[in-house]
């Protein structure tokens, strides 16, 4: 009954059957059971991308106040960079199952290095009409993530591809702390 209430439902619908339940009704149950193992980490996947809007954000606050009040941590994978950005410290961006990118949540948009990155952050909608920012749109066909392209995963779609990338894959390059998997920064040592 207590996690009932600390997920922000009431005692009374401890009684009802599944199907009784909205979607971010649903999500807040998920979340009690979760929190009934007293975990330290949480594993959310797309947690809030079938919800309305006005209820991803219940559900976004929800996650930030019991992460408040219990300390744990989430593994919070989204496609909403805008939702990550909200509840993460660190963030890794993944293309094809592979991770192209990772560091802290501000220096990823302040300096989003892999050209895949960039793509996703020019594609946040901005809440000004006025503001025109030039959204980078990627072209080609997502390859199979069975069976992915050899090179860079990403070469085909990348606006900044070498003839490198279509050979080789590239290694993970460390710049302060932010780890990029791209030929761009090898090449600026010499490689």
Do not use: W
């Not at 559900?59 to 496609?79: P, R, S, W």
């Amino acid at each position: 009954m207590d996690l009932l209430e600390r997920v922000g439902l009431d005692k009374e619908y401890y009684h009802r059957f599944p199907h009784q339940f909205s979607g971010g009704q649903r999500q807040r149950i998920g979340i009690a059971r979760a929190l009934a193992l007293d975990p330290e980490i949480i594993v959310a996947d797309e947690p809030v991308s079938a919800l309305d809007v006005s209820v991803q954000a219940q559900i976004i606050n929800l996650f930030k106040d019991l992460q408040d009040e219990f300390g744990f941590t989430y593994v919070f994978i989204a496609h909403d960079l805008s939702v990550v950005k909200y509840l993460s410290d660190r963030i890794a961006v993944m293309y094809l199952g592979e991770i192209v990118e990772i560091c802290k949540k501000e220096e990823l948009f302040s300096n989003p290095l892999h050209p895949y990155t960039q793509a996703l952050i020019s594609a946040i909608p901005i809440p000004n009409p006025r503001h025109k920012e030039e959204r980078i749109i990627l072209k080609g066909d997502i390859p199979s993530p069975v069976n992915p392209p050899k090179g860079c995963r990403f070469h085909n779609r990348c606006f900044k591809c070498m003839k490198i990338c279509k050979k080789l894959q590239p290694k993970v390059k460390e710049i302060n702390g932010h780890k990029v998997k791209c030929h761009l920064y090898m090449m600026k040592e010499g490689r």
